[in-house]
């Protein structure tokens, strides 16, 4: 969604709201999921810029719901992601650095939510998911799921074969 700024950058208004559904379906989505994860349309976007005096802020909250599967267990997990996003706005050509962060630059009296959306979304959203916090995986040996109880593998400790040349040396001392 490209915002019009220019009722506040003028002084007409001092808060601008809006509210609306990014798609995440279809070859137009500008919002593509990681490997494993799919997002269920849409992304309901809420939020406002306010002017204080020549001072302005942008600050949405992103609501995004998603479905993976569990980093340790391999389990299907499907949850909510909730971003919440503040930045300073400033006009082009106002900042030394256009390329600071800590800014969202209006062009030509528009501003591209979306593009601030999905590039923080990208940065924030978790890289893996855990089906509760103390997830107990997979059995390395015979792969059952160890949430459900232990396995009947026996239970000899194996060294790794990359430092097996050092117990190799701990045995001859």
Do not use: W
Not at 88 to 114: C, F
């Amino acid at each position: 969604m490209v915002l019009d700024l220019t009722p506040i950058i003028s002084g007409k208004v001092d808060r601008l709201d809006f509210k609306y559904d990014l798609d995440t379906e279809g070859e137009e989505s500008v919002l593509i999921p990681p490997d494993d994860v799919s997002f269920a349309p849409p992304v309901h976007v809420q939020g406002e810029i306010v002017n204080n005096a020549g001072y302005m802020t942008l600050a949405f909250t992103a609501e995004l719901c998603y479905s993976t599967h569990c980093a340790r267990c391999l389990e299907d997990i499907s949850g909510k992601f909730i971003l919440k996003f503040n930045r300073t706005v400033a006009n082009s050509g106002t900042l030394q650095d256009e390329d600071n962060d800590a800014y969202v630059v209006i062009k030509n009296g528009k501003l591209d939510i979306d593009r601030e959306l999905v590039e923080e979304l990208l940065l924030e959203f978790p890289t893996k998911f855990l089906c509760e916090e103390e997830c107990a995986g997979l059995c390395p040996k015979c792969g059952k799921n160890l949430n459900f109880g232990p396995c009947d593998c026996p239970k000899k400790k194996e060294i790794d074969p990359r430092l097996a040349i050092l117990q190799k040396l701990l045995e001859n001392d």
